[in-house]
């Protein structure tokens, strides 16, 4: 097994390394007569892109896409979608130095002893690179839900926190996260996170983040109580993003310090609409959604690629000191902002379709076709 694909009827393959000569993925399971164009992805693909500002990595990429299969005058056809990524601005050179030594944190390691063999290049497959991916396909994603509904999901993401720099709840602006370097959602924590970043980058380190990812309008009912539960697959989406070690649904490991009636959402009922009073749950409840705001939040590491000399072993066991070289994320948290709105998109669509094979009819009190 390979176990590079993801979804169950939207399904994503990803494919290509860090320094290889492009990277790409094929999306199987899009609808057909889907207006679709590369602009419709390159937007975001330029959200993610390297070198968007001082404080994310300086190798230059224009991460222009090409869909090269699944599109016929502007239509998806059904078929296979291909799309294509150039890698333009590659320097292997910076890596010659831990071709035989593991990075301590990275994935060099484990890579050796699973396979035998790693591209020791920008981490091959282990590279936030292969994200790109991700985004491309969240934003077929977004095209098609945007399709199939006249209120499709509204998804939107920001980071949360970088380092133990949190952004103030009370200031909290959806709307001021794409007018900063960093998709802050308070404007006056930018320079805070600036000089933190500075810092960070000057010493030759790196430092972690928190990233929250929400979405609206999202139908009722998507999900299942078993083994398709809508929280379980979001976790494991953003989970599988590079460099991701936590995953928290709603108010996540804050519910170990409620009772019971403090974690509870009270419900009424107005003008015929149910009323939530509180979503300490995240808008999943059970697995299944309850037309809440969904809100997902994953903690990054710091990234392992750092100038400051970290003990480690070479491949024959012998103890080193390992420093890495190279234009790398001082905060790789930065750029997975739309990484981690691709993957909610990517999810959701994937419900929406198994929703509709099920319950083509409708939800809840209404029967199928021919039943009273």
Same mark, same amino acid.
């Given at each position: 097994?390979?176990?590079?694909?993801?979804?169950?009827?939207?399904?994503?393959?990803?494919?290509?390394?860090?320094?290889?000569?492009?990277?790409?993925?094929?999306?199987?399971?899009?609808?057909?007569?889907?207006?679709?164009?590369?602009?419709?992805?390159?937007?975001?693909?330029?959200?993610?892109? %390297?070198?968007?500002?001082?404080?994310?990595?300086?190798?230059?990429?224009?991460?222009?896409?090409?869909?090269?299969?699944?599109?016929?005058?502007?239509?998806?056809?059904?078929? +296979?979608?291909?799309?294509?990524?150039?890698?333009?601005?590659?320097?292997?050179?910076?890596?010659?130095?831990?071709?035989?030594?593991?990075?301590?944190?990275?994935?060099?390691?484990?890579?050796?002893?699973?396979?035998?063999?790693?591209?020791? #290049?920008?981490?091959?497959?282990?590279?936030? #690179?292969?994200?790109?991916? #991700?985004?491309?396909?969240?934003?077929?994603?977004?095209?098609?839900?945007?399709?199939?509904?006249?209120?499709?999901?509204?998804?939107?993401?920001?980071?949360?926190?970088?380092?133990?720099?949190?952004?103030?709840?009370?200031?909290?602006?959806?709307?001021?996260?794409?007018?900063?370097?960093?998709?802050?959602?308070? +404007?006056?924590?930018?320079?805070?996170?600036?000089?933190?970043?500075?810092?960070?980058?000057?010493?030759?380190?790196?430092?972690?983040?928190?990233?929250?990812?929400?979405?609206?309008?999202? %139908?009722?009912?998507?999900?299942?109580?078993?083994?398709?539960?809508?929280?379980?697959?979001?976790?494991?989406?953003?989970?599988?993003?590079?460099?991701?070690?936590?995953?928290?649904?709603?108010?996540?490991?804050?519910?170990?310090?409620?009772?019971?009636?403090?974690?509870?959402?009270?419900?009424?009922?107005?003008?015929?609409?149910?009323?939530?009073?509180?979503?300490?749950? !995240?808008?999943?409840?059970?697995?299944?959604?309850?037309?809440?705001?969904?809100?997902?939040?994953?903690?990054?590491? %710091?990234?392992?690629?750092?100038?400051? %000399?970290? +003990?480690?072993?070479?491949?024959?066991?012998?103890?080193?000191?390992?420093?890495?070289?190279?234009?790398?994320?001082?905060?790789?948290?930065?750029?997975?902002?739309?990484?981690?709105?691709?993957?909610?998109?990517?999810?959701?669509?994937?419900?929406?379709?198994?929703?509709?094979?099920?319950?083509?009819?409708?939800? !809840?009190?209404?029967?199928? +076709?021919?039943?009273?």
């Amino acid at each position: 097994m390979s176990y590079n694909t993801f979804g169950r009827l939207f399904r994503v393959t990803s494919w290509g390394e860090s320094h290889g000569p492009m990277i790409g993925c094929v999306i199987d399971g899009c609808p057909p007569r889907v207006s679709l164009s590369e602009a419709d992805i390159q937007s975001y693909l330029d959200e993610r892109k %390297p070198g968007r500002s001082r404080f994310v990595t300086q190798r230059r990429e224009a991460d222009q896409v090409r869909i090269m299969s699944g599109v016929f005058e502007g239509l998806t056809t059904g078929t +296979p979608i291909s799309l294509i990524i150039e890698n333009t601005d590659q320097r292997s050179r910076d890596y010659g130095d831990i071709a035989a030594r593991y990075r301590p944190g990275h994935a060099d390691y484990t890579y050796d002893r699973k396979y035998g063999i790693r591209d020791y #290049r920008g981490g091959g497959r282990a590279s936030a #690179r292969e994200t790109a991916c #991700r985004v491309a396909a969240g934003a077929v994603a977004r095209k098609v839900m945007a399709h199939l509904g006249a209120t499709p999901p509204i998804i939107k993401g920001a980071l949360a926190q970088i380092g133990d720099i949190a952004a103030d709840r009370s200031r909290w602006d959806w709307t001021a996260t794409r007018d900063n370097a960093f998709f802050a959602p308070d +404007p006056e924590i930018v320079p805070l996170w600036e000089k933190q970043i500075d810092e960070v980058r000057k010493a030759g380190s790196s430092i972690g983040a928190i990233i929250e990812i929400v979405a609206d309008s999202v %139908p009722e009912g998507l999900g299942a109580p078993v083994s398709a539960k809508l929280d379980a697959d979001l976790a494991h989406a953003m989970m599988g993003i590079n460099g991701v070690k936590a995953v928290e649904i709603g108010d996540g490991f804050a519910v170990a310090a409620l009772r019971g009636e403090e974690n509870a959402d009270p419900m009424r009922q107005e003008n015929g609409k149910t009323i939530f009073e509180s979503n300490h749950a !995240g808008g999943i409840l059970g697995g299944i959604c309850s037309g809440q705001r969904i809100i997902v939040r994953f903690a990054i590491k %710091p990234t392992s690629s750092i100038l400051i %000399p970290v +003990p480690s072993i070479n491949r024959d066991g012998e103890r080193v000191e390992v420093a890495t070289k190279g234009r790398h994320d001082p905060c790789i948290g930065i750029r997975a902002v739309p990484v981690g709105e691709a993957m909610m998109a990517c999810v959701l669509l994937d419900h929406i379709l198994m929703d509709h094979a099920q319950n083509h009819w409708g939800r !809840g009190r209404n029967q199928p +076709p021919g039943q009273t």
